[in-house]
């Protein structure tokens, strides 16, 4: 090759052509710097033919300046990464910049200093060293992660460097992991579990792609059977993708991984340190990470020789990325496996209608665990109708839910309420003018936490003490909470049952791996009788204890233009009710709420999975709706209210006329105000026969805004706020 093009990592600069100096050996892929003005860039060679642009002739090309010491991207993650583009209208350097994950890692490895805490206890000390002193107990990490982790200046933990009282240790960056043992601890399987194993380690052991979706009951034993899958590719040298929804699963994924393969795994997501995410990455790209477990960000690495995906709790909104590259993690892990050849497995008991309606079609293969593992039998789910069995006043949670919690404590068995909101009320108002207490930067109330004493905003975390008096008419003491968060439920628990030890699980509270940790282990071994919590209690764990579990308000989700809601709502309140009974003693779940007549509290109560998606699907039919015909939204904003609304004019005015697709809007934003931008929406919908993508790049590309305007577009929404 003596000429290059590049993809620049920089969606602001256009592709770039240089020559290629003498002596210098790239290929497709290969990470390289060069020179543009005064400055430097870094781009990836590709092969010009899939990636327009001018062609300058050989005489004006400037000579790139290196190659970067790392395996080029290779052919299968460059398809990917053309493909993601295309289907999300997003970028291609957006996109090949998650590839890159680090750019400090393609220097090479060598050596990196943390710091950590001496051990030294002096006499004296200023107030921010004794903060930072408390805030960095058992960590290690460069001086500026540090001195986040602690809220403190550089300066100061410079200074206590000077002291003796932190010491630098020196990290490797390619320091290897340790190995993980495909037959370290091979569990015995039930008949079920094993005919699906069985399809899964023959599909690795052939190679090619196979898409699988494992539908299996709460408590049936997933996570056993892809594991043998994972233990087939790790005895055939090859790297796993294991993707899960969100950071708080890890922790007790990495447990039942290390007891299965005798060592963690290599962690990936976005609140790594820098030495971490230097060293997983780089090992990644060498192929010597065996197993790979992360978020989303993961999905895009360079592996050299990935083997298997799988995507648990492949249901889960959160595989939905909703600000950047808006793309859905579940349907582009598929196509990764296509391109790279390789089985995929989406496991989940509650599965995206999108996922069942590929099965039905036969695009992918269906493996069913019907019945839980050892015997334990499905939950009794109950409904309380709100309406008739009305709380106490100022309470929540109804006489029937509160004779079964007395009778759990008596017992001595686990108890666990769940509801999807964190803080103490979601509204506060006073009591003599009514004024409502609103986010000043975004259209939404400003939800009380009491633990922490703020008043906070749950879209842009703007926080503000409670006032002592009210802004509006300066009545002192007027404010009244009003409606239930998580913390109020707890509050109610303490006053029904003041000798229950509670746990309170939600963001706010488990905000750490060693905190999620404590409370995993303080309910395995029977030291809370009742857990208070968010969605974050509603999967992955197991407490053999758990017989009762509590849906504080089952209507919450149902609320809001939500296409998904009732398919969000049935796996939300089916996976939280999948935490009752998972040892020897039967579980019983009671879902409150005021409509008992909804089409899914219906198919939660009669445990009718079948006709619950059958329904679903007939709707969707209806309404065109996903997976019958495609979605997409334009959402634009401003910080400029005239702005923004002239824009989404602007492209409101210039919608294509076609047959098979009909655009609504633009309207405001239900979320008009969000992080000071005012925003509108226009919501697409199309049939399968549209070229939707197309359409979109051909209405949007010719259109030009004012400096301050965004336009983002979102294929197969998620959020329609
Ligand atoms: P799911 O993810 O399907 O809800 P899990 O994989 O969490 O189910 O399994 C439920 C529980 O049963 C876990 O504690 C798991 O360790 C245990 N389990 C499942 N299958 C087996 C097996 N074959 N041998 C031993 N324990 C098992
Ligand atoms: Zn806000």
């Excluded at 010491?69 to 493909?83: D, F, M, T, Y």
């Excluded at 039942?256 to 340190?273: D, M, Y």
């Excluded at 017989?547 to 309140?573: F, K, M, N, S």
Aim: charged share 25%.
């Amino acid at each position: 090759m003596n000429r290059a093009r590049l993809l620049v990592f920089n969606s602001a600069l256009p592709v770039l052509d240089y020559r290629v100096p003498e002596g210098m050996a790239i290929e497709y892929g290969s990470v390289v710097v060069a020179p543009l003005g005064p400055r430097q860039v870094l781009g990836v060679v590709w092969e010009a033919e899939r990636l327009p642009g001018t062609d300058v002739p050989d005489a004006k090309l400037r000579p790139l300046h290196e190659v970067m010491p790392v395996p080029p991207l290779p052919a299968p993650l460059r398809r990917l990464i053309e493909w993601t583009a295309d289907y999300y209208c997003a970028p291609m350097a957006a996109v090949a910049r998650m590839a890159l994950g680090s750019s400090a890692a393609l220097r090479g490895g060598g050596t990196m200093t943390e710091y950590r805490l001496t051990g030294l206890e002096p006499k004296r000390l200023t107030p921010q060293r004794a903060a930072a002193m408390d805030a960095l107990d058992g960590e290690q990490a460069t001086i500026r992660e540090l001195a986040e982790r602690a809220s403190v200046s550089e300066g100061v933990l410079r200074g206590m460097v000077g002291a003796g009282l932190l010491e630098p240790v020196v990290v490797d960056l390619d320091r290897p992991y340790p190995r993980a043992r495909a037959d370290f601890a091979q569990p015995e399987l039930s008949d079920d579990q094993t005919a699906a194993a069985d399809r899964f380690v023959a599909a690795v052991a052939k190679g090619g792609f196979a898409p699988f979706l494992l539908d299996g009951v709460t408590g049936s034993g997933k996570t056993e059977c892809y594991f043998e899958a994972v233990a087939e590719a790790l005895r055939l040298g090859q790297q796993v993708l294991v993707l899960l929804p969100e950071i708080a699963l890890t922790e007790n994924f990495l447990r039942r991984f290390e007891a299965r393969f005798g060592v963690p795994p290599v962690l990936w997501h976005s609140s790594l340190k820098s030495t971490e995410r230097r060293r997983a990455w780089r090992a990644i790209v060498r192929g010597e990470a065996q197993v790979v477990v992360g978020a989303r960000s993961a999905l895009f690495m360079p592996y050299a020789r990935l083997g298997l995906i799988v995507v648990d709790e492949a249901h889960e909104v959160s595989f939905k990325q909703d600000d950047g590259v808006r793309y859905n993690a579940r349907d582009v892990a598929v196509m990764r496996a296509k391109f790279e050849k390789v089985p995929v497995i989406l496991a989940s008991a509650t599965p995206a209608l999108e996922s069942m309606q590929l099965a039905e079609a036969g695009v992918y293969e269906k493996i069913d665990l019907p019945a839980r593992f050892g015997g334990a039998t499905m939950p009794d789910i109950q409904i309380v109708d709100l309406r008739t069995e009305q709380p106490e006043r100022g309470h929540w949670l109804a006489p029937r839910l509160v004779k079964e919690l007395k009778a759990r404590l008596e017992r001595g068995e686990q108890s666990l309420l769940f509801l999807n909101r964190r803080g103490y009320a979601p509204l506060t108002l006073c009591r003599n003018c009514g004024h409502r207490f609103q986010c000043p930067n975004c259209t939404a109330w400003l939800v009380e936490h009491r633990l922490s004493r703020r008043l906070a905003c749950h879209h842009c975390g703007y926080e503000t003490p409670p006032p002592e008096a009210c802004p509006e008419c300066h009545t002192a003491d007027c404010l009244v909470a009003c409606g239930p968060g998580v913390e109020r439920i707890a509050d109610e628990v303490r006053e029904i049952l003041p000798e229950a030890r509670i746990a309170l699980v939600t963001s706010d509270t488990l905000n750490s791996p060693a905190k999620i940790n404590a409370f995993v282990e303080a309910a395995e071994n029977g030291m809370i009788d009742v857990i208070v919590g968010t969605q974050l209690v509603t999967k992955g764990y197991h407490f053999p204890e758990l017989t009762l579990v509590g849906v504080v308000d089952a209507d919450l989700g149902l609320e809001g233009g939500d296409l998904r809601a009732g398919e969000r709502t049935y796996q939300q309140i089916a996976q939280v009710a999948g935490r009752a009974g998972r040892g020897e003693k039967p579980g019983e779940v009671l879902i409150q709420t005021r409509h008992p007549e909804a089409a899914v509290i219906e198919a939660l109560a009669s445990g009718d999975r079948d006709s619950f998606y059958a329904a679903e699907a007939e709707a969707r039919r209806d309404a065109m709706a996903p997976p019958f015909g495609r979605w997409a939204a334009i959402i634009i904003s401003s910080e400029d209210e005239a702005e923004a609304r002239e824009a989404a004019r602007t492209i409101g005015g210039s919608r294509p006329d076609l047959p098979d697709v009909l655009v609504l809007g633009p309207a405001a934003a239900p979320l008009s105000l969000l992080r000071g931008r005012y925003r509108y929406r226009l919501l697409i919908n199309a049939r399968r026969s549209a070229e939707l993508q197309d359409v979109i790049r051909a209405w949007l590309d010719p259109l030009r805004f004012s400096h301050g305007v965004r336009v983002a577009v979102d294929i197969d929404p998620y959020s329609f706020v």
